[in-house]
């Protein structure tokens, strides 16, 4: 039997649910949230291969001297913040290595990286799996974990499906992964205390300093350096993969650091791969209003006018160009905007026809669960919640098996 107090319980409990999920379908920070796509209004992208001075670019001189430059400028200014290269100091300390972890299948090694500049310094931790079983120094895949630090667990008793490090050594990568709080806590109040605060204070002051995003995109390329180093790895074969904010950093870092060999995207949305201009799901204004630690401040000027942005996704994914890059959408993330995703790897094709390199795209999307593996520009969009799962994983190994094997 119910009684009345249990009732009024689970009545209450309802409307909670309730109302937190028409927040996220309906109303959300005070904002109606698109999810119509009769409400996505008219709009026109910025033109990917079209100079500043109104240059037509038609080969890859032009794009690798001119426009691609500019474009990464103009994401500095307007959207991520700027990229500040240079420091004192790199030392990786070797913290402790197990020849035969994963019951003697591969070496674990968690190295420290330490980085100076000034007289101050900050340090990331790095977990590095590297498969026992190989012909040569092996293929890399680095994820840039959001998540709690336990989905790294180097001990493995614990083994999330968010960084399934045995699925990947069985198939002969070596799996890596840094957590972004050491870089810049994931916290509006606190994402200075890091790369920007330790290192590179002036980037407080300017309406284009490097904020959240930027900080760990640097950190990708620092954990790069250490690749660099370490004759079990190579270096040429290094994939970037993040979920989510993690997702939209690795599109970020592998524009910035073109020694990233393949990207990988996971449920980026807004201001990853999801076109801006669209406006479906989260827009510019509701990313800045939650989390515009993120982004450059100037970002914020953007929201509510999108349409003034000098750039939009679609230039952000052409960045990878010629390098191969893929993304995923989940059917139940609308809040992502799976077609403005997917639209924007469609309009960046451009970029890798410059280059000569096929993509298998269509204009309309896959149909669920139907990888895009055999093409510069892979996709999926899958069954299931905002997630990075073994199904991604499976996807991301058959994309980077097909492109090494070239
Ligand atoms: C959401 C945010 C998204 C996405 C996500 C995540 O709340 O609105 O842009 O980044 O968080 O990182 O999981």
């Known amino acids: 039997m119910i009684n009345r107090g249990k009732m009024f319980i689970v009545l209450v409990w309802f409307m909670v649910v309730n109302q937190a999920h028409a927040q996220k379908t309906d109303v959300f920070m005070g904002e109606v949230v698109n999810y119509d796509e009769a409400k996505v209004p008219r709009y026109q992208l910025p033109d990917l291969l079209r100079t500043t001075t109104g240059q037509k670019v038609k080969n890859t001189a032009l794009w690798e001297k001119k426009r691609r430059p500019e474009i990464v400028a103009l994401f500095k200014t307007h959207v991520y913040g700027q990229r500040p290269e240079g420091f004192d100091s790199i030392k990786f300390n070797l913290i402790s290595k197990i020849p035969d972890a ?67 050594i069985e198939k002969g990568y070596a799996i890596a992964a840094f957590h972004v709080a050491d870089a810049a806590p994931d916290k509006k109040d606190a ?12 980037q407080l002051d300017r309406e284009d300093g490097m904020k959240a995003i930027g900080a760990w995109a640097w950190a990708a390329s620092r954990v790069m350096d250490y690749f660099e180093t370490d004759k079990d790895l190579d270096a040429r074969k290094v994939a970037l993969v993040g979920h989510s904010r993690g997702g939209k950093t690795s599109l970020w870092a592998g524009a910035l650091d073109q020694r990233f060999a393949m990207v990988f995207s996971s449920c980026s949305g807004s201001t990853g791969a999801a076109l801006a201009r669209r406006q479906y799901g989260e827009t510019v204004s509701l990313i800045n209003k939650q989390f515009g630690y993120w982004f450059a401040d100037r970002y914020k000027t953007y929201s509510g006018q999108v349409d003034k942005l000098p750039v939009d996704q679609h230039m952000l994914i052409a960045l990878m160009a010629p390098r191969p890059v893929y993304t995923t959408n989940a059917v139940e993330d609308r809040w992502a905007d799976p077609l403005g995703s997917y639209l924007s790897l469609w309009n960046a094709r451009a970029v890798y026809s410059l280059y000569d390199r096929k993509t298998m795209l269509t204009p309309e999307p896959p149909p669920l669960n139907s990888p895009i593996i055999n093409s510069f520009i892979g996709y999926h969009f899958r069954t299931g919640i905002h997630d990075l799962n073994v199904y991604d994983w499976e996807n991301f190994v058959r994309f980077a098996d097909y492109h090494y094997r070239l």
């Open 102 to 168: 994963m019951d003697g299948r591969a070496c674990l090694k968690e190295v420290n990286i330490s980085i100076w500049n000034k007289g101050k310094h900050i340090d990331i931790p790095i977990v590095l799996f590297i498969p026992n079983r190989r012909d040569g120094p092996a293929p890399v895949f680095l994820l840039i974990n959001n998540r709690s630090k336990k989905n790294t667990d180097p001990s493995r008793s614990l083994k999330s499906t968010f960084w399934p490090a045995e699925l990947m």
């Open 191 to 202: 994402y200075q205390h890091g790369v920007i605060d330790q290192l590179y204070p002036e």
